[in-house]
């Protein structure tokens, strides 16, 4: 069996992720705080802090919104 690798979306800390279906709350968006192999995602409607794999994150992904405000 082959796989397809594609290539992974390029998040970055600050981004925010507007997922497919809402959180409990209403809210379909995420603020990206932590990279690696799972992603530390905090919800901007209640405050609620994930921890997300990756893979899943790409999956439920609907939108990127980049942080512009880099220093």
Same mark, same amino acid.
């Given at each position: =069996?082959? =796989? #397809?690798? +594609? &290539?992974?979306?390029?998040?970055? #800390?600050? &981004?925010?992720?507007?997922? %497919? ?6 809210? %379909?968006?995420? !603020?990206?705080?932590?990279?690696? +192999? &799972?992603? !530390? ?6 405050? $609620?802090?994930? =921890?997300?794999? $990756? +893979?899943?994150?790409? $999956? $439920?992904? *609907?939108?990127?919104? *980049? ?5």
């Amino acid at each position: =069996m082959t =796989m #397809i690798s +594609a &290539d992974p979306i390029p998040f970055a #800390i600050g &981004d925010i992720l507007v997922l %497919k279906k809402p959180h409990p709350c209403g809210s %379909k968006e995420w !603020r990206v705080l932590k990279l690696g +192999a &799972d992603l !530390r995602l905090v919800c901007l409607g209640c405050g $609620r802090h994930i =921890m997300l794999p $990756r +893979a899943e994150a790409e $999956r $439920r992904l *609907k939108k990127l919104i *980049k942080e512009t405000n880099q220093e």
